[in-house]
């Protein structure tokens, strides 16, 4: 597929079929994750690939609570008031719902993981890091390059970062060392849904020359 | 260009040639990062692109001492013990130490800033994150946007965070207010160097099946 037409089409696909997806399609998006560049070179990453039925059915419970804890923290805290009377939210927020009762049945879960050991001096050496804004540069831009090279060969996608209210138990589920921070929990599957294009702020609201406020095009 | 053609040969360039990259690349640049996903929809993000001449060069007064800095503390930390005796790391710091000589004259400095006003809960509401993982997720999945959008187009780039060393300065010169984080700083221009192919740890050292530890080729 054409780079421009996968880039304007890329959109979060949450209704998954059950059909799983080859081992071949699990590499392809995993090779391209890994050709995102990181700080130092360093490749700090790790992604667990989650297949098994029990295992993804024990991150589906999990995750199902603590979608119903945050939405009951939103509520509470009227966290979304910015947006909550906007048509797109209200959609969002309805596939996002349905997610959290269906994300332990997609075929594939990809857990995507910052290795605090290969940060350097971004990591403090204590566990902490000394600049999270550079640490999560140099994750993310793979976790993105995961999400368009699974659009390009047709398969769904969704960036989430729920698990954090679990993420002991995640820990414990797959074993990871106390090194590894998982960042962000992928599914994956062939789509219900259709990709986009999608809809976005106009440049002009969000672009720039030379000092913020000054618009770019004229 | 096809797709993986791009994931598979983006990487850093770190010597442009000055000659002027035209306002519609720039802008196709910067739509492609608008169509990255973000936390509940919200696009919190905002690009100045800087093409005014003393602003690259103040940029660049700043950017290099900063460098310099970081060396120091590089050197004296020994923080780089695990990579400083690889090829690939020797060559790589050559490159971005001339990069800090240079930067000011890359002729597009992008600057890509996080909105902390579009956070909702994830915000602390005190100029805090509530979860720095997922704020990040909302800005540097259009950052990789941005540079892939870039090689498809020939422009090169490079993911750089050094200038959280001299933020306020940075603020100051592009009138940032204060809800917006400065997360990357993006020179653009047309290459001196060639793209990839690029060359990251094979998949069997950074992809697991089920648990970390289980291989996911076999």
């Given amino acids: 597929m054409d780079f421009f037409d996968v880039v304007d089409t890329q959109r979060a696909i949450r209704r998954l079929r059950p059909d799983p997806v080859s ?3 699990v590499e392809r998006v995993l090779a391209a994750a890994t050709r995102a560049p990181s700080a130092r070179g360093a490749e700090p ?3 667990v690939v989650v297949r098994k039925p029990e295992l993804r059915a024990a991150i589906g419970r999990h995750y199902r609570q603590a979608w119903e804890a945050a939405e009951r923290f939103t509520a509470q805290a009227d966290a979304d008031r910015d947006l909550k009377h906007t048509p797109h939210y209200a959609r969002m927020m309805r596939g996002a719902a349905e997610l959290s ?4 049945v997609a075929p594939v879960l990809i857990v995507c993981c910052l290795d605090h050991t290969r940060l350097g001096p971004i990591a403090d050496g204590a566990g902490g890091l000394r600049s999270p804004a550079a640490a999560y ?6 976790v993105q390059n995961l999400l368009l090279a699974a659009r390009a060969l ?3 996608t969704t960036l ?6 679990f993420e002991s138990d995640l820990r414990a589920l797959l074993a990871l060392p106390d090194t590894l921070e998982p960042v962000a929990l992928v599914p994956l599957g ?5 990709f986009g294009p999608t809809r976005r702020r ?5 672009a720039f020359l030379d000092q913020y406020g000054t618009p770019l095009k004229r």
């Fill in 45 to 47: 990453w790790a992604f």
């Fill in 23 to 25: 081992d071949d399609l």
């Fill in 101 to 104: 009762r269906t994300i332990g």
């Fill in 154 to 156: 047709g398969l769904g």
């Fill in 160 to 165: 989430t970062t729920l698990h954090r209210a």
């Fill in 190 to 194: 062939h789509p219900q849904d259709r």
């Fill in 137 to 142: 540069a140099s994750i993310f831009p793979a």
């Fill in 202 to 206: 106009p440049l002009e609201d969000v």
